[in-house]
């Protein structure tokens, strides 16, 4: 019997300040404003957020203190806990060790609430009354129900079309945190209606969805809009799930080789990854950084590097960024929260400079991943998890074909209760093994901006 190995910390052991990795890079792009093609000031920054988060958003301060209030409700959850993975390390026959950080302990089982609580937190101090986001797999969502609800806070949560389908009980989730879910493009706002008019049935995507959320939120000053991922701060919220595994791994006497995130906007890869980065880049251990990509949204591997709009309709301003074109329409895969066209400004950031690498990976390897890990290991992860999960065992079965032992330590993002039916779809022989369309990325890439400063 294989005797489980978990590497547990105390509430005191929560971290007191973000890392902000944009003080350790040599050069970070400025957010372009559409209108004059010129950086966007302070100002105007924090006419789409709260001022604290601006001034977060445009810092190159290493470190942004964590208010007492958060930490309380990081309390809840966090630590969350560090496990070794002796029974997939034993079903794969390899020399590696393998270690996971699993953030599915969070009340809506997913790494979302990391960053979800401060910005509740700082929208509440500006005086909003309202939390408005935009979901893909629903995580985002369901992380900003249940940040509004510990607030007092409304929430109404624009989720993509095709999600909204596949995961009723992730809506379900939200709808009992108190939230309003509707699915997008919705007849709720012109964007919506314009895309619905032109394409009745849809599938929807997170660009679309962040474009009806933007205008409703500009439409009514109660409603505080809230990034999931990809911006700065967010990714600087998310780093308190590295500098707890580093902690960890000290605790466990060992230190990794390899440490594996799924990439969609970043923000959970950043929150891994960039503190051993940081570590790495002042005299610490080399540790190779691999972004797990859907091969069927592959932004960082297909992807060109652009100031691009994270919405679909142009509302954003501009950031520059691996990106498959803001009109790129992914096909519908159940990684729902990896659909994004574009990847955080940081995170493509350090793969331009070498510092990490990518990989795009086929919907169905990932599945059996998930399955293999669920079998060995008790959980059954989210599909976005399952990427890291299948970038970790390809790593160990290299380990094992070329007889070399390293530390492993991948991301367990979430878990996949919610998900099961796409789970049935792969056992039953039904899951497509989704790539890219050729048609949909020319499309895509047709749609990135001219702006002169790539």
Known sequence: ??????????????????YN???????????????????VTRDEMARTMPE?????????EPEFEIPDVVRQ??????????????GLEQALDTPAKIYYKYEGVAPTGSF????????????????????????????????????AALFGMDAKVFMVNVSFQQKPYRRALMETFGAVCTPSPSAET??????????PDHPGSLGIAKSEALQTAFSDPRWGYTRGSALNHVCAHQTVIGQEAITQMDMAGDYPDIVVG???????????????LRAQLNGGPNVRLIAAEPAACPSLTRGRIAYDYSD????????????????????????????????????????????????????????????????????????????????????????????????????????????????????????????????????GMASIPKTGNE
Not at 5 to 11: H, M, T
Not at 26 to 38: E, F, I
Not at 190 to 199: C, D, N, P, Q, T
Not at 326 to 351: K, T, Y
């Open 1 to 18: 019997m294989i005797e489980p190995v978990r590497f547990e910390l105390s509430a005191k052991d929560i971290p007191e300040t973000w």
């Open 21 to 39: 990795i944009a003080a350790d890079l040599d050069y970070v792009a400025p957010v372009l404003s559409p209108a004059t093609g010129k950086p």
């Open 52 to 60: 604290a988060l601006a001034d977060q958003e445009m810092s190159r």
């Open 73 to 86: 409700f990081y309390a809840r959850w966090r630590p969350s806990p560090l496990a070794r993975a002796r």
């Open 112 to 147: 979302k609430p990391n960053t979800a609580i401060p910005q509740a937190y700082y929208n509440k101090l500006a005086g909003r009354t309202g939390l408005i986001a935009e979901t893909g797999a629903g995580q985002w969502g369901s992380a900003i129900a249940f940040a």
């Open 190 to 199: 012109e964007a919506g209606r314009a895309i619905l008019k032109e394409f």
């Open 262 to 276: 799924c990439a969609g906007g970043g923000s959970n890869l950043a929150g891994l990854a960039f503190p051993f």
């Open 312 to 443: 679909t309709v142009g509302l954003t301003s501009l950031t520059r960024t691996h990106t498959l074109g803001h009109q790129f329409v992914p096909p519908a895969v159940h990684a729902g929260g990896l659909r994004a066209h574009n990847i955080a400004p940081l995170i493509s950031r350090v793969v331009e400079e070498g510092l990490m690498e990518a990989v795009a990976l086929r919907q169905k390897d990932c599945f059996e991943a998930g399955v293999m890990f669920a079998r060995t290991e008790g959980i059954v992860p989210a599909p976005e998890s399952t990427h890291a999960i299948r970038g970790a065992i390809d790593e160990a079965i290299r380990c094992r074909e070329e007889g070399v032992g390293k530390t492993i330590l991948f991301g367990l993002s979430g878990h996949g209760n919610f998900d099961l039916s796409a789970y049935e779809r792969y056992l039953g022989g039904t899951l497509a093994d989704d790539s890219i369309d050729p048609e949909a990325l020319e499309k």
